[in-house]
């Protein structure tokens, strides 16, 4: 072996080495690589930006294998529902027929959803709408844009605040599961007719505003999204 040919398989190793301390090795472990739509990015953020909205944002985690560290019955909805309680025997019956049942992480998607559909509703982004809704509500939804336009109105809203998303129902109907949410928020909505003048609301005016939606999935099916079911208010 000459000189030359020492050097050569030198440099290779010294070139090997860098290029694996540099980009690393597989172990088994990584998180997977981010999937960044907008359903996965808003179902977290509370992006309110509903004109990227590509799907259903409220998702079940994916199923994980069981935890040797059960929690007990009686602590399971702890902060969500009392033991016992119609609310808390509802999350049991959910999670009866859907083992990656999770409604702390089902609460950061249903406040995201709330203000986009909102928004969206103000915006008249049907599109957005399609996506996060069932075909009755987005039925009634559509209709009131169609009204809207026909007056040739336009809604401006604006949220200052989300103060509290809780929930206050749940429930299995077949394979159905629901769950009611009591929406606490503060916002800003004026509507104003072609010429610019105001119809309803105060641009100036900070209401309070609490509404009740019921969001519903297929327990039991693979599509992890819930949608927009019923809509309420409370005074």
Same mark, same amino acid.
């Given at each position: ?16 080495l860098r290029l694996r301390s540099v980009l690393g090795q597989r172990t088994g472990s990584e998180r997977p690589p981010f999937e960044g739509t907008a359903r996965n990015v808003l179902r977290e953020s509370g992006d309110s930006n509903v004109g ?11 199923s994980q294998a069981p935890s040797a560290d059960i929690t007990p019955p009686t602590d399971r909805w702890k902060g969500l529902a009392t033991p016992g309680s119609p609310l808390a025997q509802g999350l049991d019956a959910i999670a009866a027929v ?25 915006? &008249? ?106 809509? &309420?208010?409370?005074?």
């Amino acid at each position: 072996m000459d000189i030359y040919t020492i050097i050569f398989l030198a440099l290779a190793v010294f070139i090997f080495l860098r290029l694996r301390s540099v980009l690393g090795q597989r172990t088994g472990s990584e998180r997977p690589p981010f999937e960044g739509t907008a359903r996965n990015v808003l179902r977290e953020s509370g992006d309110s930006n509903v004109g990227t909205v590509s799907g259903p944002i409220i998702n079940q985690p994916p199923s994980q294998a069981p935890s040797a560290d059960i929690t007990p019955p009686t602590d399971r909805w702890k902060g969500l529902a009392t033991p016992g309680s119609p609310l808390a025997q509802g999350l049991d019956a959910i999670a009866a027929v859907d083992s990656s049942f999770d409604p702390r992480h089902f609460l950061s998607g249903a406040r995201s959803a709330y203000e986009m559909i909102v928004l969206a509703f103000a915006n &008249g982004d049907r599109r957005a709408l399609k996506d996060l809704l069932s075909s009755e509500v987005y039925d009634s939804f559509e209709a009131a844009i169609r009204e809207r336009e026909k007056q040739e109105q336009k809604t401006e809203t604006r949220f200052v605040s989300i103060d509290k998303a809780e929930l206050v129902g749940a429930e299995t109907r077949d394979r159905m599961a629901q769950l009611t949410v009591r929406f606490v928020s503060q916002m800003i909505s004026v509507t104003r007719d072609k010429a610019g003048a105001i119809v309803d609301g105060n641009p100036d005016k900070v209401a309070d505003i609490t509404d009740v939606w019921t969001f519903a999935r297929e327990a039991t099916s693979r599509d992890p999204n819930w949608k927009l079911v019923g809509t &309420g208010s409370a005074h």
